[in-house]
């Protein structure tokens, strides 16, 4: 939940570090979603990083 509206980016890294994708989006005052279409990368695992003003957020995702 943001607290205050902020601009956010988010960034998909592979297995070996490599930036698949990234993706800036601005932020309300709450709850956020984001869609990331993954349709073109293959199965494998990934990292999803959250990067706002008030730090990180990495979570692991894997696609199968």
């Known amino acids: 939940n943001m607290e205050t509206a902020q601009n956010c980016s988010l960034k998909l890294m592979n297995a070996l570090?490599?930036?698949?994708?990234?993706?800036?989006?601005?932020?309300?005052?709450?709850?956020?979603?984001?869609?990331v279409a993954l349709d073109n990368l293959p199965n494998g695992t990934y990292w999803?990083?959250?990067?706002?003003?008030?730090?990180?957020?990495?979570r692991k995702l894997v696609k199968q």
């Open 17 to 35: 570090g490599q930036c698949v994708k990234e993706l800036e989006h601005g932020s309300i005052i709450g709850q956020n979603n984001v869609q």
């Open 48 to 58: 999803v990083q959250l990067f706002t003003p008030t730090g990180v957020l990495t």
